[in-house]
């Protein structure tokens, strides 16, 4: 029997959600498929056949006990978006001025976002659709708080368009969101493509990879654990 679809003027979780969490449920979600389908006491972004579909834009942790829960009986796509573009614009004091972030996220940063359900990327009901996208992050300026960002506060975030899309089963094959160039025996710095700006993204992936079994410490380099890829990967 297939979910039934919540029915009411408004559907649950649309008055909280953030416009690119609707924009990228309906532009990623396949044709044909249902939204905000109530199951097991969940709310369920999209489902499509036999599959549940949700799209995760911060905090992967808050939804571990749900997709604990979920994968038990049912086939799950969690969506990570990572943007690979990102205009900020800011209102505020310098009248709304748009500029293009030098920052570029992508596989890496994706895996690093998986750091609170590593246990479960072996589950043969789960599938992980990483998303490149280009966004538009909207700040106000708020003076006394987000003191790092000297008052700047992102207020909300949009789609402009999904860059690219690709689909994972199995914790091993996240070893392609690590560098081509990686030595048999390496450190986080060297995950981080030898950037140390990257190095706390690096940390995070690499722990997923040690507490999934697809990396193992194999030694020390300074002050720093070394690893290798396991035998079974």
């Not at 559907?11 to 498929?33: F, Q, T, V, Y």
Request: hydrophobic content about 40%.
């Amino acid at each position: 029997m297939k979910p039934a679809a919540v029915a009411c003027g408004v559907a649950i979780g649309d008055l909280n959600e953030s416009p690119l969490h609707a924009s990228l449920k309906r532009s990623l979600a396949p044709l044909g498929s249902r939204f905000e389908v109530r199951l097991a006491g969940y709310v369920i972004d999209a489902v499509h056949d036999d599959i549940l579909i949700e799209v995760q834009t911060r905090q992967v942790g808050k939804l571990r006990p749900k997709l604990t829960n979920l994968l038990a009986a049912h086939r799950v796509r969690l969506v990570i978006p990572v943007a690979s573009e990102r205009w900020i614009v800011r209102r505020g004091s310098d009248g709304g001025k748009r500029r293009r972030s030098p920052k570029r996220a992508g596989m890496l940063d994706a895996l690093a976002e998986l750091v609170a359900i590593p246990h479960l990327l072996d589950h043969p009901n789960l599938e992980v659709e990483v998303a490149l996208i280009a966004e538009e992050e909207t700040r106000e300026h708020r003076p006394g708080v987000a003191w790092r960002r000297r008052g700047w506060v992102t207020v909300e975030r949009r789609l402009l368009r999904v860059v690219s899309r690709q689909l994972l089963q199995g914790a091993r094959a996240w070893i392609a969101a690590l560098p081509h160039d990686l030595p048999e025996r390496f450190t986080t710095l060297d995950v981080a493509g030898g950037r140390p700006s990257r190095r706390t993204t690096a940390q995070r992936a690499s722990y997923v990879l040690r507490e999934a079994g697809v990396i193992v410490p194999c030694g020390r380099s300074g002050r720093s654990t070394t690893y290798t890829l396991s035998r079974l990967s």
